[in-house]
Structure formats: C-alpha cells, structure tokens
C-alpha cells in the first residue's frame, strides 16, 4: 500500500504531494528536512542510493515544486533500474517473431549487450512496434514480401491529415534484420533461410507521385549563426546555470560541430560497470562524460566521438562564439562537465530539451530550429563559406564524405549558383553580342 503523507502547508494553503518518495523528517529542534526514500522493494534488491536528501525552502511553492520534480525522476530511474534488474535469462524460441525479440533482448549472447546504452534504448522501442506488427507471426512462415507488406502499411499516417509514418516503418524492417542476424548466428534455421531471402531487398518510401496533396515532412532547418549567436547571448542573459548552459552546449555544437550527446554526455545504468575515482553516480546511474571544463586548459580540444570513434583536435582561440559562451563562466567555476542543471550535476537529456526551449523561445528563435541541429548548422556554415569538403568532414569526425553531404550539409544556393555561372561562362558567345 502507498504510504499516506500528511498535507504540507505553505502558507496558508493545503499542497497536495505530488513527489514519489518525498519525506519531511522533524527533528528534535524542529527543524525539517527533506529526503527521498527509494521504494522498499528496490532497497531489498540492492538498489541503491536508498536515500537522498533534498534543499530547498518548504515555504516556498517553487521550491517545493523542484523537489517534487527531482523525486519523480529519481522514482523513474529507480523503476528503470528494476526493470532492468527483472530480466529474465534467454527465454525459450518458440518459433515466433516475438520469441526471437525477446531472445535477442534478453540472451547473455546476444549482441545487444555490446551496443550503447542510448542505442539499446532505441532498440527496445523498435522492438517493441515490431512485436506489435508481427509478434505473432511464425518465422518459417514468413517471406520477404510479408515484411514489403508490414513496411507499406505502417508507413501510411497514423490518421487523416497526419504526415507518413516512414521512419517507424523503417525501423521496423532494420530491427527485423538485425533479430534474424542473431537468430541466425544463434543457429536458428528459420532465421538464417528467411536473412537470406531478404538480404539485398530495398524497402522504399512511398512514391513522390502519390503523395501529390498530402502534408509533407517537415524540412531538416539548419541553425544560423545569426541563431546560435542569439540563443548563446540570451542564455548568458539570464544570469541562471541553466541559462549559461544552454548558451555553452549550443555554442559548442554549432562552433566544434559535436552532435548534442558528445556536448553534454548521457546517464546509464551503473550496476555492471567498476566505479572508480572521479566517475559521477547518481541514483545507480553513471554520467558518460560529455564535454568538461578540463578539456579546454591548455587551449587545444582533443575529442573522440562516441559514435564512431574518429578523433579531432580543435585550437579553442579559433572559436569566437564558443569564447564568449566561456568567457562568461568564472575561474573558480570552470571545473566538471560543462552542462549542468540547477544543481550542479550533469542535466539529462530529456531536462535538457525543456533547458532549450525556454532559451530558444526567449531569444526568438523559430520552434523547428532544434538543438541537435546545431552540429549541421556548423557544417552547413562551413560548405557555405568555401571549405573544402574533405575538411569538413574531418571538422565533423565523419568517417565518409558520402556521409557529410547527406547528413549534415544542407543544400544551398551558393553551390548551385557556382556551377551554373561556370556553365554559362563555358558557352559560345552569341552572334553580335559584346
């Protein structure tokens, strides 16, 4: 049964609790302090920390309110432990589409434990609509056209006047091959036959023919400088940690071209992995460091990046922007990850998004111009400016040129306008001009 809390007052006014494992200890002197309690079953698993305590003024409603937040994100993360925590060993393949997710997810074999932790995320959701769409299907029954069929129909809108599903619809198919690879590497006959049948297939978009009066997706929109300068300026503005880190993290993606998780670094569940000196743990999650303020004392930025590993070293002075952005934090302040929350610790990405938003929207920003797509802004700028694409490939530690110019280099009238004014140029005179 849930523990009944007596009402807290502030004022003169009755607040509901709306904080899971929110508590108010009275001392002796009377004097009250704020804590979180982890759920009883948790703590018997071995969750841990079982307690945290928590500051702020319980006279105060916004105060009140923070901490209510930072407990139901502590709660979810302690389910989020449980969870993971509950996982069976590799349940029995009974032969269905269903069976052989589970298996791939839950397998101690499996590859799944070898990917990312915000990858692995991504593909228990695409599991999750595959088993929706086909879980009870029979591999030995199905054929390549059978997953041609899943792909049209969940690609279609969701309602009318609701833009195409494509990306759910690829997933889909992706996560269907990746389970098969296992299936098939685990020696699972059906799996490897029905690898084979689909291994080449193309799995298309629906046709720009029919799609004549439809919505259309949105375009990708690229941040301007004159846009990251804004949300920088603004975010300094505000005077607040939030604020200031919001104006580092854009500043940083748009002027070192690093994608949002490499800037401000992601949280996973720290019960497999060997804590040492330094590391940050909170709430049994380990923060996988992003940018800190140490990377940038001797003047010369040397990263790695997550994703593929390719490294670039960046002189910190070429920067201006990024300058400005650290130029307003104080020398005895400028230790630990570079992007924080009100408190100090490393903001999670979800937190961040809202960070954003409330500086993007004060500086007058449009809402399609997002956060992630600072990373493409400094590319694009980059390409607009002459840079030669090699380099900005290595700019974006991108493995391909191929890459660069699909992802992160936003088409742009400059380079048309230099091929078409060289193709002009190249024709015959006309008679009796000049």
């Not at 949105?218 to 607040?240: P, S």
């Not at 590993?309 to 002075?317: N, P, T, V």
């Not at 992007?339 to 961040?352: L, Q």
């Amino acid at each position: 049964m849930a523990r009944k809390h007596l009402p807290l007052t502030i004022g003169v006014a009755e607040v509901a609790i709306t904080g899971r494992g929110f508590r108010i200890i009275t001392r002796h002197d009377g004097e009250r302090e704020v804590w979180w309690y982890a759920a009883k079953r948790a703590v018997k698993r071995g969750y841990h920390p079982k307690t945290i305590r928590l500051y702020g003024d319980l006279d105060s409603m916004i105060d009140v309110q923070k901490m209510f937040d930072r407990c139901n994100d502590l709660w979810t993360e302690m389910l989020d432990w449980l969870a993971a925590g509950e996982l069976d060993n590799r349940p029995i393949y009974d032969g269905t589409v269903g069976a052989l997710v589970d298996c791939y997810f839950k397998d101690p074999a499996s590859p799944y434990h070898d990917i990312r932790y915000n990858t692995q995320r991504g593909y228990l959701s695409w599991g999750a609509a595959l088993k929706r769409v086909a879980g009870k299907r029979r591999v030995s029954a199905l054929v390549g056209n059978d997953l041609r069929n899943w792909h049209r129909n969940v690609s279609k809108p969701a309602a009318p006047g609701k833009r195409p599903r494509d990306r759910l619809a690829k997933a889909i198919v992706q996560m269907m091959r990746i389970v098969l690879s296992y299936g098939k590497a685990a020696g699972l006959e059906d799996c490897a036959k029905l690898y084979r049948m689909i291994e080449g297939m193309e799995f298309r978009k629906e046709s720009d023919e029919k799609r004549i009066g439809k919505t259309k997706p949105n375009k990708k929109v690229a941040m301007t400088y004159a846009q990251a300068e804004a949300i920088v300026r603004k975010g300094l503005e505000m005077g607040t940690r939030r604020g200031r880190s919001v104006a580092l993290a854009t500043a940083a993606q748009f002027e070192f071209t690093v994608s949002q998780i490499d800037a401000i670094g992601y949280w996973i569940p720290a019960q497999h992995i060997v804590i040492e000196g330094g590391m940050i743990v909170r709430a049994g999650k380990l923060w996988r460091p992003g940018l800190r303020f140490e990377d940038f004392v001797e003047g010369i930025l040397d990263l790695s990046r997550l994703k593929t590993g390719k490294s670039a070293q960046f002189d910190i002075g070429e920067y201006p922007l990024f300058q400005l952005a650290l130029s307003a934090v104080p020398e005895d302040e400028r230790t630990g990850p570079l992007v924080t929350d009100t408190d100090g610790d490393p903001v999670r990405y979800r937190v961040f998004y809202g960070m954003y938003q409330d500086v993007r929207e004060a500086a007058g920003v449009p809402d399609n111009v997002w956060s992630s797509r600072a990373r493409h802004g400094g590319g694009t700028e980059a390409r607009e400016a002459g840079a030669p694409i090699d380099d900005i490939a290595d700019h974006l530690q991108k493995s391909d040129v191929d890459g660069t110019r699909r992802d992160y280099i936003v088409g742009n009238v400059e380079t048309t306008r230099r091929v078409a004014r060289k193709r002009v140029a190249s024709r015959p005179k006309a008679i009796g001009s000049g």
